[in-house]
């Protein structure tokens, strides 16, 4: 990728420093932070670098200006979840004085901090994956919890997984799938403006800036999906719509946070769907190395058990 398409939404001052870092490096840029009266940092594939260019209020609310296409109001939805997507898929976090009204964010003022997360889609990533979730015999897949500690990779790997069974896969004769994607945070598709800035395949349906439970629904009801996909589950509400995706018929695959099998059943409403057996694959990545599987559970549906594979 290049980075003149995000260069552009900084103040001069600020693009111009940070031009000059771009040039002077040959490391993966994976987060640009911009704090208050104080220094730029850049987060990068080696460690990071603080800059000595510190960062005025003025040059925040511009940034945000730009990020926003000059009207911020148009984007007030995302500004209350805390980000907002930009053309190539760019996330940029926001913090600031939160503004309650009956118990949900209505607004953020004061806006102080700003983190560009620089998004770099992996083509490939699901590769090592993909023949634990593959049911050839039936041309489908297995019902799947994707699980790791944070920072393992599993949003990279989902996305991937995503494209290749949209696709299909050729060398394996397995034909592409009809699959509905519920993409909360915008993290999977990247959608801007209606299109998706990732490579999410020719048979996905998105649906991004929704609660899980309420997306997976809607999709159901109104896509005829043959696989529904959502990141990072772990509330009642998903397990329900999770619940309503299986009886109807549809296969699903999700992620969730949790290093181990005991991780995972800390939170009461991922215990209670591992429980009811609903997923026949548990596969766990590894939290050192990216987007390497550690751990594989099948369930035995004769003992009603998972088994490692």
């Known amino acids: 990728m290049t980075y003149n398409e995000i260069l552009r939404y900084f ?3 600020i693009s111009t420093s940070l031009e000059e870092v771009f040039k002077q490096t ?5 987060e640009i932070r911009l704090r208050t009266e104080r220094p730029i940092i ?16 003025n040059e925040i609310l ?3 200006q730009h990020i926003c296409d000059n009207s911020i109001y148009t984007y007030q939805n995302q500004i209350c979840n ?10 940029i976090g926001i913090s600031g004085s939160v503004v309650q009204t009956d118990g949900k964010i209505s607004n953020i003022n004061y806006i102080s901090n700003l983190n560009f997360r620089i998004a770099r889609q992996i083509i490939g990533a699901s590769n090592e994956i993909l023949r634990y979730l ?7 897949i297995y019902n799947t919890l994707i699980a790791s500690s944070p920072g393992a990779g599993k949003t990279t790997i ?14 394996i004769n397995f034909k592409g799938k009809t699959i509905s994607l519920v993409d909360e945070r915008g993290e999977i598709a990247a959608v801007y403006k209606g299109v998706p800035q990732n490579d999410i395949g020719v048979r996905t349906d998105v649906m991004d800036n929704v609660d899980k439970s309420i997306g997976m629904k809607l999709l159901i009801r109104s896509m005829s999906p043959e696989i529904i996909v959502a990141d990072e589950i772990g509330k009642d509400e998903d397990v329900e719509a999770i619940n309503y995706a299986v009886c109807s018929g549809i296969k699903g695959i999700f992620t969730a946070h949790g290093g181990n099998l005991k991780e ?5 409403a991922i215990s209670k769907i591992i429980n009811k057996h609903i997923f026949e694959r548990i596969i766990f990545l590894d939290k050192t190395i990216k987007g390497k599987v550690k751990t594989v559970y099948a369930l035995d549906k004769i003992n009603n058990e998972y088994v490692t594979i």
């Open 11 to 13: 103040p001069r001052r």
């Open 134 to 140: 593959i049911n050839m015999e039936e041309n489908s």
């Open 62 to 64: 511009e940034t945000l």
């Open 264 to 268: 995972l059943q800390l939170n009461p």
């Open 158 to 171: 989902l996305r991937d997984v995503v494209r290749r069974l949209s696709d299909g896969i050729e060398q």
């Open 42 to 57: 850049i987060k990068h594939s080696k460690g990071e670098e603080i800059l000595k260019t510190t960062v005025s209020i």
């Open 26 to 30: 040959n490391y993966v840029i994976e």
């Open 82 to 91: 805390g980000f907002v997507t930009i053309k190539g898929g760019h996330r």
